[in-house]
């Protein structure tokens, strides 16, 4: 049963089909066999809809509606300007800017397409002008937004944190370490490139300069401070921090810079709510495969099968890293999610790691996968934002692939680097 | 390919029955789960499989699949039951139910309240009630010791969303706040909430002392649960099936009230071992005299809600518990 | 993840119904957001200013989430928006690439239709069953009357995705939206 589900499941996949079919095609399948026929395709809906009813899901389309007031405001204006006054002068300023906005804007959106639409676009064009080659820039682009899943808020955390019943507030907390590291390894890899391309500096900024591009900035900084101090502080639960998110942007925009309108508040809703539609589909469809692979005890077979329950707790993390990886060179990180977390519950359980731990592990492993050839959606995304071949596209990530990676081992080698923030945070 | 044959009952060999609980492994539903299923499985041919929680969803998607047969038997606790049959909540009235050990098996075994009003009421449901047991008294921590309705004011206490529990909390003099399990811990931790009730062994095993160090034997209610099987497939097995059954969970009943009395003391003498921090307040009489006076407000609000049959109910439960006191 | 631009919808009295039940979804989309946004911020507020949580927050959540995603699942196959692979799909020519997509809406719209009809089965049956809603205490079964309508709709927009593929020379993601790689605006990307 669990053959014919993946095979069928990964031809219409190929196929194209949209990804809630190659889901709920695979679910029925799995209904019709286990139950011979289809007489208890209540439970398929009851699954379906049981996916989207947790509380805590909330949290994404709020997320989402803080983020895409954000895009269309002045806030990744602002963040740039104060990050390229600091830093826009020592050599490879420019790409380190670009890492360092993507990761500060990273802590306004769970998106990495919000931030590489809000960040990417906008900076793509002045490295260019400044020097440095399109397939790097690209490659910066693209690897620096996906910082943006790792530093609080992530979509795919709260959806993890949901499946998996780990609480998303300690997921944010510890997913800030890991996207601190990974955004220096970048940053030294920015100046090495540009010391070695011979990429000229940008002019220094001065310190008046400096002070007015802060307090330009000081506005949209009040979303890290809301999301991680609140949580941090014991104001807001992640869904409440969301939703404080959601009026900050639209007193931000709407009020104190006034770049936005009564009017585009219909337009900006309209996309949250297609973008969440589309989002949580995905969590119902997924959801409803879970249930009959679980009910068919699938993912006990499986990893017994392949031995994982002997692998000890080091063994089961670089599995799931593996697994992970490999799933989101494929498939959308939401649905791998949905997908492989209910899978390896088990063997996680049984070896005893930390489910935070292994949510911030998991959540790397996907931005690594999406941004990895020969298929990655960042790839996809880039491709469609940028209109660059997909030569061009691919060329400059094997170096920020074999960061990432490093990273991840680091990770495993080191829990601390996730969980330390986490214990200072929750002690 | 698809191996397991589930529930039809072939004449002659065994069948696999499928049994869902909603707490975790090891956890009181888990162990009388496994004692059912060890007694079926030693004087029979049939298999039984156990799901734990999550495994098929929430205990609301578990009770629905037992309705629609794909499940023969699950374990629900009445209060999560109070969106299909809203008479079960009366498990969530403070100070009704007694935590005495002896009194409340006593109590399950003989009321007529559970074992004759409650089996109609879930056989409405499509649901053959095997047996209801206790798995233990509700025990409140909080960031302070709490001896009287003034010191829960001012304090969240997390409850699960039922407006009855939620009726109890704000009737003891607290704010009650709904949050989802996953974010109670680290909500006691960064003082978003500042309190919480569970049966000990669940503060034991999700470490909520480490993090809410005060426990509070209110003695104000047990944590009840039941065992059901889906009626139609019940009603259809042979009579020794249904013997076989019947006796499996009378077992398992016996098992688990020997059990879990125990299972309170040893969980609490684990807490106090491994953390310093930890008090123990148990409420005397005359402490509990003003919760119990304010439970009131909640008995109305039940009676609010349930109508003539809930009053039935709880005058039942009220006759009950004299007989077994009187006993 | 192919890029798209706009076309005119369909012709006449269809393309008139078409445009009603567009404007209804995106009216119900923007609605249910902004809705859940006030719900949320006012049981953040609620909690401080009166240290009370609004209880029904999180059913009033729990319906408009419903609301929400049935109503996008119809918008988003109108607009070609649901999350695709299209790696090997966009390596083909035109013609194949039509005739795919043909197949692929045509399953797919297949697939929406049996779940408007298993989800018919499950409204019936929570229906039966009575389940309340804890706190708003009104039946379940009513917030899910959404469901069936918007696998419906889902299902007819990818009915006629084929149909414009079927009676097309370009390849159609929706009945809206050409597939193709030019005029690509960033911002309906998200
Ligand atoms: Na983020
Ligand atoms: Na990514």
Redesign the interface.
Known sequence: MATIMLVLMIALLVLGFPMMIPLVVAAMVGFWLSFDGFGQMNTLIQQILGGIRPASLIAVPMFILAADIMTRGHSAERLINMVMAFIGHIRGGLAVSTAASCTLFGAVSGSTQATVVAIGSPLRPRMLKAGYKDPFTLALIINSSDIAFLIPPSIGMILYGVISGTSIGELFIAGIGPGLLILLLFSIYCVIYATVKGVPTEPKASWKERVIAVRQALWPLGFPVIIVGGIYGGVFSPTEAAAACVLYAVILEFIIFRVLKPADLYAIAKSTGLVTAVVFILVGVGNAFSWILSFAQIPQTLLSGLGIYDMGANGVLIAIAIAFFIACMFVDPIVVILVLTPIFAPAVASAGIDPVLVGVLITLMVAIGSATPPFGCDIFTAIAIFKRPYWEVIRGTPPFVLMLVASAILIITFPQIALFLRDLAFA | GCSQDTSTPAAGSGSTWLYAHEEFEGDVQDVFAHEFKNYIEANSNHQVRIYRFGELGESDDIMEQTQAGILQFVNQSPGFTGSLIPEAQIFFIPYLLPVEDEQIVEFFRTSVAINEMFGDLYAEQGLKLLTMYPEGEMVVTADTPVRSPEDFRGKNIRTMTNPLLAETYRAFGATPTPLPWGEVYGALQTNIIQGQENPIFWIQSGGLYEVSPNLIFTGHGQFTTAMMANQEFFQGLPESDRQLIREAAEHAFNYITDYVPGLGDRMLEKILQSSERVTVTRLTEEERQPFRAAAVQVEDRFVDMTGERGKALLDQFKADLRNVRSN | ???TSRQPSLPGILGAIDRWIGHAE?L???????L??LN??A??VG?FVF???L?FA??V??IL??M??????G???R?G?????????DLLPVTARRI?MI??AT??AM?MF??CY??I??IA??QA???????LGFP?YLI?LW?PVGFAVTGIQYSLTAYRNATSREAYLSTHVIDH??D?D??K??
């Not at chain 3, 119900?28 to 902004?34: F, K, Q, R, T, Y």
């Not at chain 3, 069953?129 to 706190?135: D, V």
């Open positions: 993840m192919s890029t995106s119900i989309l923007a609605v249910g957001v902004l859940m946004a949320t911020i049981n953040v909690r240290g009370e949580s209880f999180e059913e959540n729990r989430i419903v929400i995603t049935f109503a996008g699942i918008y988003a196959a607009h928006r649901h999350i695709r692979m299209s790696a090997f799909y795919l197949a692929i399953f797919t697939v049996s779940l298993f989800s089965g499950y049956s929570t069953t009575g389940r309340l809603l804890p706190t379940i899910y469901v790689y030019q690509v960033p911002e990307q998200v």
